[in-house]
């Protein structure tokens, strides 16, 4: 779906870091928000965790520049990584082009989805949020 | 908010002391320059890649690896540095990073107009002259719960040096970024052809920042903080840390927002061909094509390096002019064809020697 010009994949789970994810049987793929990769601007450098790290749900599990800023990349849900999009490696603007296919960044074996899933949002609850915070984006031009 | 105006501290403490007070939550705005100076690399950046730690070592100059983006770039007693940090959850900061970086950089731009400069923010993340050359370079990074800005108001640069410091593929690549650095980043001192005095410069600087964030409280570095430093230069100063690999492949040397200087190496059949491009807005404002390979006539290389001037610095319209070259000027280079020329230059991925 489209909120106010973003695109939100209604398959997709959403945190309000900005992340998404996707279930795919027992793994989970992760990325970043049409919304976020263009508040961020131009993404010069992903780094992915490694594989095998274990993750958790809301914390810092990687990082990305753009502008001059390290920005922190959260897990969406808790588990272990189990692989990492290694074309962002050299083409990180994969991310600005693409969030949501060529710009996934990696993929976990969740270890808690069902409760995980339970703290993240879709449909009304998700356009709630992204208009509140297009609202406070726009407050601050 | 605290304000740390702490004056002139050994190198790497002017740059720690953000670090520690955004770990330990302290929302604050510190000022501050290094006593002695040093090389300072962005978080992503591999050392062994970007620096010249030959020069370093032989010249005294320590490096650290700092925890906001940016490049690589030399740091001394003539800069101040404006560092702000606050926590993510204050309402009364921007969120987004284009804000964070226009908003927060007006109190250094107000500072350098308060003294005769025009001084205005652009994209990306550089405060610059009404001429547009760079006169303040700026970073930020999220530091545990923390956000961080930081910036550094040029009072006076050492080109030399700076253009020293960094791992370049040759010198003629580094007269290169010296020459452009010449042109596209000023100081006070080359502005106003004299530095205030630096107090004035530094109570003007809070003043402003004051006006934007609200009044600040006083402090000093105390035991805690000075504490959570020395833990961090621990941290900082280890080979793990300071050495640590990226996989960041350094694209160019930037000199300031949309200057570039590219470097470009491609083995042709007929000899290697070597490259050096200046790129202002994504066009080639100077090239230089140099290598063991044979081109006649002779004095055409000069004029192909002239064509090539103000070409978009994008693959089809590169190939298009080189060829256009190649045929119109009978251009016989053996074994390199018009492509091979492309390749060189477009593919710059100046993988410097280790």
Redesign the interface.
């Known amino acids: 779906m489209e909120i106010e010009g973003y695109q939100f994949p209604e398959d997709l789970y959403y945190d309000k870091e900005h992340y998404w994810c996707r279930v795919e049987g027992n793994v989970v793929v992760m990325g970043t928000t049409d919304f976020a990769q263009k508040?961020?601007?131009e993404i010069v450098?992903v780094?992915l965790p490694l594989v095998g790290k274990s993750i958790t749900q809301g914390k810092?599990c990687g990082?990305l520049?753009?502008?001059?800023?390290?920005?922190?990349i959260y897990a969406v849900v808790s588990g272990k990584v189990l692989e990492v999009n290694e074309e962002l490696?050299?083409s990180p603007e994969l991310v600005n082009q693409g969030p949501y296919d060529r710009g996934w960044m990696f993929k976990v074996e969740p270890s808690n989805l069902e409760e995980d899933l339970k703290n993240l949002i879709q449909g009304d609850d998700l356009v709630k949020f992204v208009k509140s915070e297009i609202i406070?984006?726009a407050a601050?031009? | 908010m605290y304000l740390f105006n702490v004056g002139r501290l050994p190198g790497q403490q002017s740059m720690l002391v953000f670090h520690a007070l955004a770990r330990m939550g302290v929302e604050a705005l510190v000022i501050a320059s290094p006593k002695s100076p040093l090389a300072s690399i962005g978080y992503f950046q591999d050392a062994e890649k970007e620096i010249d730690l030959s020069f370093c070592r032989q010249h005294g100059i320590p490096f650290m690896r700092r925890e906001v983006g940016g490049g690589a770039t030399y740091l001394d007693e003539n800069q101040i540095f404006y560092q702000l940090i606050w926590k993510r959850s204050n309402p009364g900061f921007p969120v987004q990073m284009r804000q964070i970086f226009e908003r927060l950089s007006i109190p250094a731009c107000e500072t350098y107009r308060k003294f005769g400069i025009e001084a205005s923010f652009r994209q990306e993340n550089d405060i610059v002259n009404q001429e547009g050359k760079k006169i303040a370079g700026e970073g930020g990074g999220d530091i545990g719960e923390c956000m961080v800005f930081v910036g550094g108001i040029l009072l006076d640069f050492d080109y030399e040096t700076m253009s020293k410091i960094l791992k370049v593929p040759d010198e003629k690549f580094r007269d290169k970024v010296y020459k452009s650095m010449e042109e596209n980043v000023t100081t006070m001192k080359r502005e106003l052809s004299d530095i205030p005095p630096r107090e004035e410069i530094v109570q003007t600087l809070i003043r402003e920042y004051e006006k934007l964030i609200g009044k600040l409280e006083p402090a000093v570095m105390d035991a805690r903080l000075v504490e959570s430093m020395n833990t961090l230069e621990k941290q900082f100063t280890s080979k793990g840390f300071l050495f640590k690999k990226t996989r960041r492949k350094p694209k160019g040397i930037k000199i300031r927002g949309g200057v570039e200087i590219r470097y470009g190496i491609h083995k042709a059949k007929g000899g290697l061909i070597r490259t050096v491009e200046e790129l202002e807005e994504r066009k080639i404002t100077e090239i230089g094509i140099s290598g063991d390979f044979q081109f006649y006539p002779k004095d055409e290389l000069t004029s192909m390096e002239v064509e090539l001037r103000e070409t978009e610095f994008e693959e089809q319209e590169l190939r298009g002019k080189i060829q256009q070259f190649y045929e119109e000027h009978r251009v016989q280079a053996p074994g390199v064809t018009s492509e091979d020329f492309t390749t060189a230059i477009i593919h710059s991925q100046p993988e410097r020697p280790e």
């Open positions: 508040m961020a601007g450098y780094q810092p990082a520049e753009s502008g001059k800023w390290v920005g922190r490696e050299d406070r984006v601050e031009t």
